[in-house]
């Protein structure tokens, strides 16, 4: 290992779009109901891209600011990521298109899928490569435009997910940082949530597609398996962890793994009533958001997961 051998946040950022459609909205457009959604879901409303507004402006948005926040220099970046599973090119990658935007060239820049995890991937693979000595400032973006693949006639999806976009900025340094990360996954449920590519089937397949109750059992026992598995790698008791940011799918589930770890509510960082299920973006959207509201404050402990389709699922301990 080399002398700066841990990864750390130094700043983050994130984008929600203008507009917004709430569950009141949304009784117009399906048979449901507000109470319906709020109960099942904890969902009181979602942002929404504009028909003329795309991915990359969202991407592009959530990395200055995250930029901004760290106070560095963009020629400092040595590696982009990019999470995300509803890019508007199947080619170049979202990356690619923010490195130019940003003004950056020569650095290697690359995209991500994993779903809800591709968060937790990211810091994954970032970890890695600022571990290595390969790179020493490392922009994240995890952004998703769902509702450009949601199907907006099937009342078990479209009322769950919403468009947003989180970033961070990782640097490498001399103390941790990231304590772990642990992702895993496993195709064998690929046909649970999926919505195949647009260049090989009718447009109606290549919405989104889940069996929302059946995802909802895996999810709450992986959460609560990987959410342990973390606190216990590191000999972490419950009472030093400040912060759970979850992946925000559902309220129901984030309880559950409070529950599974006896971590009260209070330290749970919920965003899910104003953003819905962004997917890839929601866990640097709850960070991001509760950095900027002054909850989560320098020196602390976090604990971060999410489970998505694939499945995936991950889970990393940073010191923030
Ligand atoms: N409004 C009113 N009624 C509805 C709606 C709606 N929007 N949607 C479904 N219903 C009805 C169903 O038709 C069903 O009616 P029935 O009993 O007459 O058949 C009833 O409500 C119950 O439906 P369930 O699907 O069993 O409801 P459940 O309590 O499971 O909640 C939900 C559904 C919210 C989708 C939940 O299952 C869930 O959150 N699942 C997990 C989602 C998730 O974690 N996804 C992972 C990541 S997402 C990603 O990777 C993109």
Redesign the pocket.
């Known amino acids: 290992m080399n002398n700066l051998s841990y990864a750390r946040i130094v700043g983050t950022g994130s984008f929600s779009p203008k507009k917004i459609l709430t569950n009141k909205d949304l009784e117009k457009i399906?048979?449901?109901?507000d109470e319906?959604?709020t109960e099942?879901?904890g969902i009181k409303q979602r942002h929404i891209l504009s028909e003329n507004e795309v991915l990359g402006d969202m991407v592009y948005d959530a990395a200055v600011n995250a930029i901004d926040a760290a106070a560095i220099d963009r020629s400092q970046i040595d590696l982009i990521i990019v999470a995300s599973a509803t890019n508007e090119y199947s080619f170049p990658s979202a990356a690619c298109i923010l490195q130019n935007r940003l003004g950056i060239k020569n650095i290697p820049a690359f995209d991500i899928n994993a779903?809800?995890t591709g968060f937790i991937y990211q810091l994954n693979i970032a970890n890695q490569y600022i571990q290595n000595g390969s790179a020493k400032c490392v922009l994240l973006v995890a952004a998703e435009a769902l509702s450009k693949v949601t199907d907006w006639t099937d009342?078990?999806t479209c009322?769950?997910f919403g468009d947003g976009a989180g970033a961070a900025v990782l640097v490498a340094d001399t103390k941790p940082g990231i304590r772990s990360v642990t992702i895993g996954a496993d195709g064998s449920y690929k046909d649970l949530?999926y919505a195949k590519d647009a260049m090989y089937v009718e447009k109606k397949d290549a919405l989104?597609h889940?069996a929302?109750?059946e995802?909802?059992k895996v999810?709450v026992k992986k959460l609560g398996e990987i959410a342990n598995h973390s606190l216990e790698i590191n000999n972490l008791p419950i009472e030093k962890l400040d912060w759970l940011i979850p992946?925000q799918?559902?309220m129901r589930?984030i309880q559950a793994t409070a529950k599974r770890i006896n971590l009260p509510m209070e330290r749970v960082i919920v965003t899910i009533q104003d953003q819905g299920?962004t997917?890839a973006s929601s866990v640097p959207l709850a960070l991001d958001t509760a950095i900027r509201d002054g909850r989560i404050k320098r020196g602390q402990t976090l604990l971060m997961e999410a489970?998505?389709?694939g499945f995936t699922w991950g889970s990393a301990l940073v010191d923030y």
Do not use: Q, Y
């Not at 399906?30 to 109901?33: L, P």
């Open positions: 399906v048979d449901t109901s319906w959604i099942r879901s779903g809800c009342r078990g009322v769950l949530l989104v889940m929302g109750s995802v909802f999810a992946h799918a559902n589930i299920n997917s489970f998505g389709a």
